[in-house]
């Protein structure tokens, strides 16, 4: 039974001319894959030739988590390169208006974002011919109706990342702590100062290289990340959740040579914004944001899977232009893989996007899909080999299509489609198995939809630490709460509304997601007693309370 199916779609579907589907994706949607390009359930209904459109409902202000802040792109047949995004906008009685053009990096032009002053439910409709989207209020929200309002600029910037050393993990990404905001230059730019050190940065590699983004109005969907050509190009509209996801797409990566003062300069962010770094002597600091390689990482290396520094894990160049590929004698099992960019984890990796259809005449010997990063809600790419192969990875740089493929060996490749199972992995008694994610003993009750639970007898004042693993597999699909994004602040599982949750709800308490293998969850119960621990997989949500 395959509870919640992996995106399939075919290459026709993605690279046809026509427009065949329009999704709207962004923080309109209360679920994980809220800004995953391929993801059907966040498809507008054809109501026309050139309409389409789609019932929303939005919240307003919810205290310093939630102010009423929405960010959103759609996108062309799944694609996406083929996004729109936000070219001038209007606000008349009673609705709010864009004209949409493709921006199929993300550097020319703003996501779509609006503020909602009341809650309320929306009609969102877009002409494909007119190129034109339109949010308009079909309830009054409590007041005169005039309760949506685009935002178009921005008063303030702020600095956001591992740059901020001394912070916890949390800490490091929120977008409203006091002293991160950039101050204005006469000469126009926007600056900080950073002490940075040059053994600094994320604690198990401490070698100076830092990530950051760039939010704005305390948002991190309206700010900018890195573009990866190599010249400080940055990218709006996009923060760890609201990644466009190419190769060509990370956060801002920097690495400091000595300690010191180091000054960030946001420029031209309204235009054409890019960014500079100054070290402590005031040269300039190089971006380490580059595609100049893609790297196999994975379970098909028996040591240091999925560092990518390693010597041999490099794709090479092959006789078509775009297309770089890597042979590897591949042992027969479950594996989990996904591509590095520039050797440096930090421009983040391509994990799974959508299966596309098998080559044909190729059953069972060759896959192939599109990768892509949303961080945190991306998969990794999963397969299984029932005997021990030579298999070719192959990696295309213009469109982010991968293959996988037999060369030599019995072999027999098996893609992994869906998820069709969530355990409960941890600290715990019998009759769980503690620390065991392939023991059946540690499933959990499918509730139906994605929801799952298990009830636990849990001793007060104990800790038990905790992940969701999904498929019983050994740490390769697991779900615990990423403490990078922004969300959440406890990682208790205290969500008192996790079986209904609201945008406003998940960003108080936080949510699940699927990015490596993280942290994991911890909870220590006041008294003694059976506890329910409950989980959404499509939502991300959920929580730990007594019965």
Not at 108 to 129: C, F, K
Not at 430 to 439: E, I, T
Request: hydrophobic fraction near 35%; aromatic fraction near 10%; charge should be negative.
């Amino acid at each position: 039974m395959t509870i919640q199916p992996f995106p399939h779609h075919s290459k026709q579907h993605l690279h046809a001319t026509a427009v065949e589907s329009i999704s709207v994706i962004g923080t309109v949607h209360p679920r994980r894959w809220r800004w995953n390009p391929f993801d059907t359930d966040l498809d507008l209904a054809r109501v026309g030739e050139h309409l389409w459109q789609r019932s929303l409902r939005l919240e307003g202000p919810r205290g310093p988590e939630h102010g009423g802040f929405y960010s959103l792109r759609l996108v062309i047949n799944h694609n996406p390169r083929r996004q729109l995004k936000a070219g001038s906008s209007g606000h008349g009685p009673g609705f709010c208006n864009w004209h949409l053009a493709e921006d199929p990096l993300g550097d020319h032009l703003p996501n779509i974002n609006l503020q909602a002053h009341r809650d309320g439910e929306v009609l969102l409709q877009y002409d494909s011919q007119k190129q034109t989207l339109t949010l308009t209020p079909t309830t009054s929200g409590g007041g005169d109706g005039l309760w949506l309002e685009p935002v178009d600029s921005f008063q303030g910037y702020e600095l956001n990342g591992f740059v901020w050393d001394g912070l916890n993990m949390f800490e490091k990404f929120q977008a409203r702590r006091p002293g991160r905001s950039f101050q204005q230059d006469p000469d126009g730019a926007w600056s900080l100062e950073v002490p940075l050190r040059r053994n600094g940065g994320i604690d198990f590699r401490a070698d100076g290289v830092y990530q950051f983004l760039i939010s704005a109005h305390g948002e991190e969907d309206f700010g900018f990340s890195g573009l990866n050509n190599g010249q400080g190009s940055l990218v709006r509209g996009t923060g760890f959740g609201s990644s466009h996801g190419t190769a060509m797409h990370s956060g801002c990566t920097i690495k400091a040579i000595d300690d010191g003062l180091y000054r960030f300069r946001l420029v031209d962010p309204q235009t054409h914004p890019r960014m500079e770094v100054q070290g402590p002597d005031g040269s300039a600091v190089p971006l380490l944001n580059r595609r100049d390689s893609i790297q196999l990482l994975g379970s098909v290396f028996s040591e240091a899977p999925f560092d990518p520094t390693v010597a041999g894990r490099s794709l090479v160049a092959s006789d078509q232009a775009d297309l770089v590929a890597l042979e590897v004698e591949t042992a027969a099992g479950s594996h989990v893989v996904n591509f590095a960019i520039g050797a440096e984890l930090f421009l983040d990796t391509m994990g799974f996007g959508c299966w596309l259809d098998a080559p044909e005449h190729s059953e069972g010997i060759a896959l192939r899909g599109m990768a892509w990063h949303g961080k945190p809600q991306e998969w990794n790419i999963y397969f299984n080999l029932n005997a021990a192969s030579r298999l070719r990875f192959t990696y295309h740089l213009d469109s982010d299509e991968f293959g996988i493929e037999v060369i030599s060996g019995p072999g027999r490749l098996e893609p992994t489609t869906g998820l069709n199972s969530l355990s409960l992995v941890g600290s715990f008694e019998g009759p769980l198995k503690a620390w065991d994610p392939q023991s059946p003993d540690n499933l959990m009750q499918h509730l139906g939809g994605g929801r799952f639970q298990r009830c636990v007898q849990l001793q007060a004042g104990t800790t038990y630490s905790y992940k969701y693993v999904a498929n019983q597999t050994d740490w390769q699909m697991v779900f615990a709460d990423y403490e990078l994004d922004g969300y959440g602040t406890d990682f208790c599982g205290t969500n008192p509304s996790a079986g209904d949750p609201t945008q406003a709800t998940l960003r108080r308490y936080g949510q699940l997601t699927t990015h490596g293998n993280p942290p994991a969850l911890s909870f220590t119960p006041i008294h003694s007693g059976p506890y329910r621990f409950w989980a959404d997989v499509i939502s991300g949500a959920y929580s730990v309370l007594p019965l």
